[in-house]
Each structure stands twice: as structure tokens, then as C-alpha cells.
């Protein structure tokens, strides 16, 4: 049927208005010059690290221009240097060695945060006009300051990623009390930091209710983009196919993995009574990783004389495909009152995997909700160590249900957290940000 005078016309005006959306958006991507600060970034495998890498280049395929400022690697493996410059494209990459000034632990990391902080703002001000927006991370925790004091000084926007939150997670931990002057003036400082930001970004719902919470005139600036992984790197890989999992002999043992951090963050006591559990069943337990937390459980390990529990390190990055594929079901875990600080990054790479979940977390965490919206593992409230059990000693007898979750993970994951939906997410941020 052919179309009338009136319809060719109302045609022809929405596709001049889609035309004049879309050049408008290709010059506002034009017109981002995109300054990255984050202390972690490759070789380092420090997991907010990896995000922003390939966050960053991602967001070059969209025509963003973009200078990552980043330090030398704090810890990798075997690696203690990489380029001072480096270009890829539309990514340019520099590097400050004071991030690796002090060798020690804690406090070292702490110095060392500090004197990366003082050498990104010197940086900044410096090529203070080769950047009309910042963006930065919560890695170290008190690096989005640069961003406020860049504002200030150089009159540059800048949007937040907020990994996690503090000072609330050191109170959490009670590493300082909630009223002392140290945490009451972080938390001051953070509030002017968010109230002056073009954007804040939180990685859950739970984060951003914590955050509207503290500082409720920031509501508005605030949008939960969640992590990511990588699909197409991350794929099912039957166990007889697997060259870790012969490596390490699971490949006929119905293992479940817990890969990452194992940080003062995280529950790991819950699991380690649902090993303890299950240590006369045909179920191994696989950590893979480190963390303050991971001492005390080898340690705990060998103190119960437990063998049903492996440990290995962690793993470079191309060796993830096998690692986390290696498993039956994937471990993720929240310790209670952490819920609304932290959300761990590697739900997506065990979504990817395409295996069922056990997830340990507080009854309203959304990651309760996933479980039970996408039907893609099952989640336990901190100290269910028997429910735990229980559900892994059903997975391990029915294999036709964990195939069904793990499939479901898969699709999820596909259809919501791969690094091109994301960084679509993040560049309308950043569009906001600099109009």
C-alpha cells in the first residue's frame, strides 16, 4: 500500500529528527576528553583493575578519547614494570611509579595510595588542558577527592565510581568507631565530593540506597550500573575439555569454586561449616585466590585436618576461562552488614561460566533477588552453613538441574552484563556530564 503525502511527510521528519539524536550524540563523544585516575589497572590483576581496562577501551569503540593515569603494578605476577606510555588507539596510558615507593602491607599500601594521589594531582594540573571531564575510582578509597579538588582548582567535571564505600566499610569492620573524628570527617569530605560531581556511579541498588541515605541531595546523580565480563572470553567448557580442570584433578569430582578475594568483606566462615558438612560426601571445595581472610581459613583448614578443601593462587587473567569453568557450582559471599558497601565483581565472571551459584549474603541484598528472579543458583542468609549443604548435595545428585541454572546464569549474564551493554550505560554518564 502506498503511503500517503501526510505519511511520507511524518516519516520523512522522524528520521531527520533520529539523524539530528545521532549527530548530536556523535558530536557530544567528540567532544569528551575522558581523564581516568585509578591507582590498579593491568598487569596489576586487582579486579577493579581489569573493570576499568576494559571499560576504557570499550568506550574508545564509541568514540570516546581517553588518558588513563594509573601507577606501576602494585602486585602481578612476576611483573613489576610496564611501560611508562602507552597508546592504543584512542586510549592513552601513564604510568607513575610512586605507587610502588613502599613495600609494605597495609601501611605500605596506605603510603603508597597517598604519594599516587599527590602524583595525579600534579598530573592533572599539568595537563589540566587536555581533558574536559574526569573520571574516577574509588581504588583507593579516597581518590575521588582529586576529582573535587581538580573541580576547584581547574574548574574540570568529574563523575565517581564508587566501588566501595568508606569510611562506612572500616566502621563496619570496627577498624575505627563509627563517631570518631576520623570517620565523621571522611564522611564530611565525602559528601562535598558527591555534591560537586556531574555524576556518581554505584555498582548495586543497595549501594545507592546506603549513599542517598547519608547525603539524600545527591539522589539524582546517582545511576547503579553494575560489573560486567567478558562473554566471548568466558565460556562453558565441559570439564573433560578442560585443561585446568585435568590439571588440578576435578575433572570427577563435583567441585565448587570460590575464586577472588577473600577479604575482610566476605563470609567465608559459613562456607567453610558447610565444608565441614559435607566432608564425607564425593564435593571438593576450590579457593582460588588471597586475602586476609583466606590465611585464616588455611590455617583453620589445617588445624580440623579437612580433605575435602584445595587452595591455589591466583590466576593470570587468560587462565580464568579455565579456572572458572573447572567447577560444578560458583561461590559468591557478603558478610553481614556489608551488603550495602560492597558488590563483588565476580558474580559476572561466574554468570559467564554458566554455572549454578550459591550465593552467601544478608536476606535483603539484591543479589538474594537475582537468585531468585533468574533461578540461577540459590542464596543463603550469613550462618545457613546447613542450607548450604543441603543445596549442594542436591546440585551434586541432580545434574540435569544444574545444567538448567547454569544455562539460565549464562543467559542472564548475556542479556544484561557483557562490557558493550555496560559501557553504553556508562557513556550516556558521561554525555550527561559534559553538556
Known amino acids: 500500500m502506498a503511503l500517503s503525502e501526510e505519511g511520507r511527510r511524518l516519516l520523512q521528519n522522524e528520521f531527520t529528527a533520529f539523524e539530528a539524536k545521532n549527530q548530536r550524540a556523535k558530536t557530544t563523544e567528540q567532544a569528551i576528553k575522558l581523564s581516568v585516575i585509578t591507582q590498579y589497572f593491568p598487569p596489576d590483576y586487582a579486579a577493579t583493575g581489569q573493570l576499568v581496562e576494559e ?30 606510555i ?16 613502599f613495600p609494605g602491607r597495609i601501611r605500605g599500601k596506605a603510603l603508597n595510595g597517598v604519594m599516587f594521589f599527590v602524583r595525579s594531582l600534579s598530573h592533572l594540573i599539568r595537563h589540566s588542558r587536555s581533558h574536559n571531564l574526569l573520571l574516577v575510582t574509588t581504588a583507593p578509597p579516597f581518590l575521588p577527592l582529586i576529582g573535587y579538588l581538580a573541580h576547584l582548582l581547574l574548574g574540570i567535571s568529574y563523575v565517581c565510581i564508587l566501588y566501595d564505600l568508606y569510611p562506612d566499610i572500616a566502621v563496619a569492620l570496627n577498624v575505627i568507631p563509627k563517631h570518631h573524628f576520623i570517620s565523621r570527617f571522611w564522611m564530611a569530605i565525602n559528601r562535598q565530593v558527591w555534591r560537586n560531581a556531574k ?9 545507592k540506597k546506603h549513599v542517598v541515605n547519608n547525603c539524600p541531595e545527591v539522589a539524582n546523580k546517582i545511576t547503579v550500573i553494575h560489573s560486567w565480563a567478558d562473554s566471548d572470553l568466558i565460556v562453558p567448557i565441559p570439564k573433560k575439555y578442560n585443561w585446568f580442570a585435568w590439571k588440578h584433578d576435578l575433572v570427577d569430582k563435583f567441585t565448587v569454586l570460590y575464586s577472588g578475594n577473600m577479604g575482610r568483606c566476605h563470609d567465608m566462615e559459613t562456607i567453610l561449616e558447610a565444608a565441614k558438612d559435607l566432608q564425607d560426601e564425593p564435593i571438593h571445595f576450590l579457593f582460588v585466590g588471597g586475602g586476609a581472610k583466606g590465611k585464616i581459613l588455611k590455617e583453620e583448614v589445617k588445624r580440623l585436618g579437612l580433605h575435602n578443601i584445595a587452595f591455589l593462587p591466583y590466576q593470570n587473567k587468560e587462565d580464568l576461562p579455565y579456572s572458572l569453568t573447572a567447577c560444578d557450582v560458583s561461590l559468591v559471599s557478603v558478610d553481614k552488614g556489608m551488603e550495602n558497601l560492597v558488590a563483588p565483581s565476580k558474580v559476572y565472571g561466574a554468570l559467564a561460566a554458566g554455572r549454578p551459584m550459591a550465593v552467601i549474603c ?20 550469613n550462618g545457613d552453613s546447613r542450607g548450604l549443604a543441603d543445596f549442594l548435595s542436591h546440585l551434586s545428585r541432580d545434574k540435569h538441574l544444574a545444567e538448567k541454572m547454569g544455562t539460565a546464569a549464562r543467559n542472564y549474564m548475556q542479556s544484561n552484563f557483557t562490557c558493550e551493554i555496560i559501557a553504553k550505560q556508562y557513556l550516556e554518564v558521561l554525555r550527561r556530564s559534559v553538556l
Open 55 to 84: 571499560l576504557v577501551h570499550e568506550l574508545a569503540t564509541l568514540g570516546v578519547d581517553i588518558e588513563v593515569f594509573t601507577g606501576q603494578p602494585g602486585y602481578a605476577f612476576g611483573t613489576t614494570n610496564a611501560p611508562a
Open 86 to 101: 602507552e597508546k592504543n588507539g584512542r586510549v592513552k596510558i601513564k604510568r607513575s611509579r610512586t605507587s610502588q615507593m
Open 362 to 381: 544478608p536476606q535483603h541484598s539484591y543479589l538474594q533477588n537475582m537468585m531468585t528472579e533468574v533461578n540461577c543458583g540459590g542464596a543463603f542468609e
Open 199 to 207: 555524576g556518581l556511579i554505584v555498582l548495586s541498588p543497595d549501594m
